[in-house]
Structures are given as structure tokens and as C-alpha cells.
């Protein structure tokens, strides 16, 4: 790849260290971008992926750009302050941020064990939330706007039952990107959302290992197929360029078809 739609700039990833956030990462080294890789306890991945990321920039002809890896909890206020004033130190700016880290567990709506609901939310949206606030305040302080990207999800519109927490946390997260986006549009920076369906990650080891339950998966999906995280990785780039420079406040679900309603793909209801 040659492409330097992201030169000059800045990123941190969270959760950049294994899956989506990692595909977005290298996909964002590859196109010119600085990148920062925010992962909690998750050492080894986490280099692994600084590592592909300096190949990345190398392979597309960018040279040795800088690259590093933020630890944080991004659940946890301070930590999320730190984790971006840590991005703004290595890169003396941050341009980009993605709210890409989550988690997911089962949470029957009348089941649920609060701690693991409150974790969820905590993780899924509210993390979202420090970070963006943290950075944002970064991109006021200083000419030039910002972007911030949430990873969201198909179940942020699509419910999910059994997985309460969950589809609670995407769907906050719309509401969160179009609540800031419309209260900083007019002040150069922009925020929307990737809502990726069904991807091969390690979010998804209970089906995407099994042939059986992953055709299972994929009978659901109107394209046939679940998505690689690279699949998904070039609708961020996209978003985070000057491409995108007039879109703010939008979902733009990256699912195979998932939320085009497919039962209706035979009309049975007329």
C-alpha cells in the first residue's frame, strides 16, 4: 500500500492490540500515520503489534515512523486522561483517537450478575466517554480539530438477547457519537462510529473456531461470510482521512448486510 491518506498524522488505538484494533492500527501505520496502541494487560499482543505496525510503515514506504504502546484501564477516568496525555508526549499532538476497546459476556436481562453488567458498561461506553473527553479537551487546546471514532457494533441497533450489557453499551455508543458530534461540529472536530456484524476475532472464539457453529453464523449474514478484522480496518482509515472531512455523526455499519433485516430478503409479510 502507497496510500498516505493519514501522513502526518496521529493515532491511538485502544484496545490496539489483538483483533479490529490491531487491523486498524497496522492499516493506519500503512497510510502514514504515528500510532499509539492502548491495551490493559496484554503485554505480548501489544508488541506484536507495535511490531507490525513499524512493518506496515516500512512496507508502504512511510519510513521509520514513531510508534509506542499506552497501557490503561480505559474504564477509569485517570487512566483514560493519562492514556491520551502518554499519546500527546510520544507524538507532541494527537490527531486521531479510537475507541475501539470491549468486551462481551453473557447477561440474560433476567439473570444478569450487576458486576459483570457494570463492567461491560463501563469498558464498552463509558470508556468510550473518558476518552473521548480527554481528547477532545486535547484537540481544543490547539489548532487544526480532531477526530474521534467509536467502534461500535451491528447490535447497536440490532438487538441481542441474553447479551444485555452489551447491546446496552452499542447502543449508548450511537447516542454518544451523535451527541458529540453535534456539540463539537462546528469546532473542526468530527466523530462517528464503525458498526462491524459478525468478524473473526478473538471476541468471537465461541463460533469462529467451530466449522459447525461458524456456518451456523454465517447462514445469518446476507454476504454469506463473517468479515477478517482487515475487512473492517480500511471503513476507520476512511473515516479518519480528509475523505470523510464532511462526514460527522454517523454509524456506518460495516456488516455483511446484517442490518438490512435479511428475513425480509423473501416477502413474506405482503
Given at each position: 500500500m502507497s496510500r498516505a491518506?493519514?501522513?502526518g498524522r496521529s493515532a491511538l488505538i485502544t484496545g490496539g492490540s489483538?483483533?479490529?484494533?490491531?487491523?486498524?492500527?497496522e492499516r493506519?501505520?500503512?497510510?502514514?500515520?504515528?500510532?499509539?496502541?492502548?491495551?490493559l494487560r496484554d503485554g505480548?499482543?501489544?508488541?506484536?503489534?507495535?511490531?507490525?505496525?513499524?512493518?506496515?510503515s516500512l512496507d508502504a514506504g512511510h519510513g521509520e515512523r514513531r510508534h509506542c504502546i499506552v497501557e490503561a484501564d480505559v474504564s477509569m477516568v485517570a487512566d483514560a486522561d493519562r492514556m491520551i496525555a502518554e499519546a500527546v508526549r510520544a507524538f507532541g499532538r494527537l490527531d486521531i483517537l479510537v475507541n475501539n476497546a470491549g468486551i462481551q459476556a453473557a447477561t440474560p436481562g433476567d439473570a444478569y450478575e450487576p458486576d459483570v453488567m457494570e463492567r461491560i458498561i463501563a469498558v464498552n461506553l463509558l470508556g468510550a466517554?473518558?476518552?473521548?473527553?480527554?481528547?477532545?479537551?486535547?484537540?481544543?487546546?490547539?489548532?487544526?480539530?480532531?477526530?474521534?471514532?467509536?467502534?461500535?457494533?451491528a447490535h447497536e441497533v440490532i438487538p441481542k438477547p441474553g447479551y444485555l450489557a452489551y447491546s446496552m453499551s452499542k447502543g449508548g455508543l450511537g447516542n454518544l457519537t451523535r451527541t458529540l458530534a453535534l456539540e463539537f461540529a462546528d469546532r473542526g472536530i468530527r466523530v462517528n462510529a464503525v458498526g462491524p456484524g459478525a468478524t473473526l476475532t478473538s471476541l468471537n472464539d465461541s463460533w469462529r473456531n467451530d466449522p459447525d457453529r461458524l456456518a451456523g453464523v454465517e447462514r445469518h449474514i446476507p454476504m454469506g461470510?463473517?468479515?477478517?478484522?482487515?475487512?473492517?480496518?480500511?471503513?476507520?482509515?476512511?473515516?479518519?482521512?480528509?475523505?470523510?472531512?464532511?462526514?460527522?455523526?454517523?454509524?456506518?455499519?460495516?456488516?455483511?448486510?446484517?442490518?438490512?433485516?435479511?428475513?425480509?430478503k423473501e416477502n413474506w409479510a405482503s
Open positions: 491518506r493519514l501522513g489483538r483483533g479490529i484494533g490491531r487491523a486498524v492500527a493506519f501505520a500503512a497510510e502514514g500515520a504515528s500510532v499509539a496502541i492502548g491495551h505480548p499482543e501489544a508488541h506484536a503489534a507495535l511490531d507490525a505496525c513499524r512493518r506496515a466517554a473518558h476518552g473521548a473527553r480527554a481528547a477532545i479537551r486535547h484537540f481544543l487546546s490547539r489548532p487544526g480539530g480532531g477526530v474521534v471514532i467509536n467502534t461500535s457494533s461470510h463473517a468479515a477478517a478484522p482487515e475487512a473492517i480496518a480500511p471503513v476507520f482509515a476512511f473515516l479518519a482521512s480528509d475523505e470523510a472531512a464532511y462526514v460527522t455523526g454517523q454509524t456506518l455499519f460495516a456488516d455483511g448486510g446484517l442490518t438490512l433485516f435479511a428475513d425480509f
